[in-house]
Structures are given as C-alpha cells and as structure tokens.
C-alpha cells in the first residue's frame, strides 16, 4: 500500500510499504477515505523528537473497515468509522476511568499509545491507504452510512476533541470569558468549543493573518501579538480585570512578542497574567519531554521557569495533558450529525496523498493559508 514515510528532518515520500494485517483477534482492518496532518505531526517532520527513518506518519484517520478479527463483536465490514489518536485497552485502570490517553498497557513504560507517532508504541500510521486498528470494539466510534459530514468527522480523531479538552481542563462555563493563546487548528477548535458550553467572549492569540481571520468569522475577537501585550490587550477590554479562563494551545514552540526565537514558557506565564484571580488555565498544548530542537539545555529537558509564584499568588488552577478522545467524541459526534457543530470550518486543504509531501512543506512554514489538511489516500 502506499503510506506518507517520515525520510529525515523535513523530509517525507509517499512510498510503498507492507500492507496491515490482522494480528490479534480483536483487531479490523480500515480502509483508509480520510486522514489529517497534525501540529504534532509536524514535530517529527522537524526532527525536534527521536522519531527514526521509515515511521508511517498519522494519527487522525477515519475510514470504512476491510476486515475484522474474529473476536470483533460491534463492527462489521463496511462499518464507516472513526479512530481517536488515543490506542486504548478499555479495561487498564486508567481507561475503566475514562482515562484514554494514558492507557497502561499498549505502550510498555509510557503512559498512552497512538497511531504513527514516535514513542506512542508500535501502531503504523494511518497516513496510507489502510490501517490496523487495535481492540477495535474499544477503539472505532461508528459514524453514518456515506460520505456525508466527512471532512467534520475526521477531526473527531484529535483536534476537535483536544479543543474542547482545553475547556475542559479550564472547567470553562456557561457565560464565562475566555482566553485562547493561539490560532492554529487546535487553538480555533478550543475557540469554537468554548463558544458551543456558552463562553460570552472568547479572545483569541496569534500573529498568523489567516488564523485570526478564521477566529473572528466564528464569533471570537483576535489579538495579534504583533501589535503590542496580548495581556494588555485583552485587559483593555475585560474592564482590567483578566478573562476568567484561560487555555494554551500553543505548547513549548511559543514566541515572546518581538523575539524570533522560541520562548516556551512564554505563554504559561502570559496566561498567569491574562486570568483573573481564582480562574484557571487548560493546557492542551504539547509540552515534550526532550527537544534536540530547544532554544537552551533547560527547555532541551523540558524544564521550563514559569512564574509559579505568581500562579501561587493569584489563586490559579492549571489542568494538563492529551486529550482523553473517547470522553468526547460520541457527544460532539452527534452535535456535528444534528448540525450543531461544524467544525471543518477549519480545514484549508483537501489533497490526494500524493501531495503529502507538498501538504508537509506548506502547512510546516504556515503559507498559502495552509491551516489544516486532509488527505484523501484513495482520491
């Protein structure tokens, strides 16, 4: 089958590889129609992590399943379905809790699994033409008969469900106003998800024209950092006080205002200052571990100085961590099919998987409005 290979640093080719197979009972086999490139994504394609030569990118895929295992007992063949990113058991302590992303048995000595994703375990990406898909009973959410509502139901896979994890995390409410540090695909999904729980202002922190354009035409008010203190900004319009949430959808590849160069607490610590007293901040943002890629030996570590102090101070809680996907995705699913949600508003580029390589350069520098892409691998 043909598969989008990771080469070297930003480099990758549509190449044949072998193609999946059954290797458990509970295993089926998909037929890959739609698969997105993530920010994550773009984190190997960089070279920032260990991921080596030869990896079979893809972590958001849907499709119609080829084959089941026969211990499969809720999908049939023909089945169009939906994978979160999260490889899950369902039955390790942390997924009885609802706990998917950090399931305790798919990937020995790390906590959580997911497709094509370095260190994530063993899983090949669904950036091809098929992909296994593991405890599928567990793992699959059924979608519609079709095509319809396509390009909205992929992002049932990460982005959609990490957004509204940020909001989640902030324990954002009804009425509430809301910070948003940054625009990209995750950042919008956050924007969108918090105006759907009933945020009466939602901000949103970027410098990319394109994102904050996206931001506004669904109903949130755009700051460009460029354009002087995002803090300042948003103060000038909350009466001075701070919204009363605020979510980091950025991670450790944040700038400081000015600077051309990576500042990767620079958003923790502009949202300690952008949040009222007692608020709290969702970090859906990824904060890796180790990155050959960063600006000194600390943030190299993932060690980062952030003002705890003043987090102390003002009575602030902070959640973090990947998304749980299967805690939302049944839910948001249903508000896309009954058209309450629509979430492919953010999806610039709908490309065969021969353009794969094209797709990682663009979206990788952010240009010709490269905001978000689907592959289709049998276009």
Same mark, same amino acid.
């Given at each position: ?136 009973? %567990? ?13 909205? %139901? ?21 009425? &509430? ?167 492919? %508003?953010?999806?610039?580029? &709908? ?29």
């Amino acid at each position: 089958m043909r598969a989008v290979v990771y080469k070297g640093p930003f480099e990758v080719a549509v190449e044949q590889v072998e193609d999946p197979r059954i290797q458990h009972p509970n295993d089926v086999i998909v037929r890959v129609t739609s698969t997105a490139i993530c920010g994550s994504d773009l984190h190997m394609y960089e070279g920032r992590t260990a991921a080596e030569p030869g990896i079979v990118f893809g972590h958001e895929n849907l499709g119609v399943i080829e084959e089941t295992g026969d211990g499969v007992t809720s999908l049939s063949s023909g089945d169009r379905v939906v994978m979160p990113f999260n490889v899950a058991c369902g039955f390790c302590r942390n997924c009885t809790a609802g706990l998917t992303g950090f399931c305790l048995t798919v990937n020995p000595g790390f906590a959580g699994g997911a497709y094509g994703y370095v260190a994530m375990g063993p899983y090949v990406g669904g950036q091809a033409e098929y992909v296994r898909v593991p405890s599928a009973d %567990f793992n699959c959410l059924k979608l519609p008969e079709g095509t319809e509502k396509e390009t909205d %139901f992929v992002l049932l896979a990460d982005i959609f469900p990490t957004g509204y994890h940020g909001n989640e995390l902030a324990d954002v409410r009804p009425g &509430e106003s809301v910070a948003v540090y940054g625009g990209g695909p995750v950042g919008l999904m956050a924007a969108y998800s918090a105006m759907l729980r009933g945020a009466s202002k939602v901000f949103v922190v970027d410098r990319v024209a394109e994102r904050l354009q996206k931001a506004e035409e669904i109903g949130a008010v755009p700051i460009n950092f460029t354009e002087g203190s995002a803090v300042d900004q948003i103060r000038e319009q909350t009466g001075g006080e701070g919204t009363d949430k605020g979510i980091d959808a950025v991670g450790y590849q944040a700038q400081a205002h000015g600077e051309d160069r990576e500042e990767p607490a620079t958003v923790l610590n502009q949202l300690v200052e952008t949040v009222r007293p007692t608020g709290a901040l969702g970090v859906p943002g990824l904060y890796v571990p180790r990155d050959p890629g960063g600006p000194d030996d600390q943030a190299k570590q993932g060690m980062l100085v952030v003002a705890v102090g003043r987090l102390f101070e003002k009575g602030l809680r902070m959640g973090t961590g990947q998304c749980n996907v299967k805690r939302y995705n049944r839910q948001l699913r249903d508000l896309i099919i009954e058209g309450r949600a629509t979430p492919s %508003f953010v999806v610039s580029h &709908e490309l065969p998987l021969d353009q794969a390589s094209t797709a990682y350069e663009k979206f990788d520098k952010r240009i010709e409005g490269y905001t978000k892409v689907v592959l289709h691998p049998h276009a």
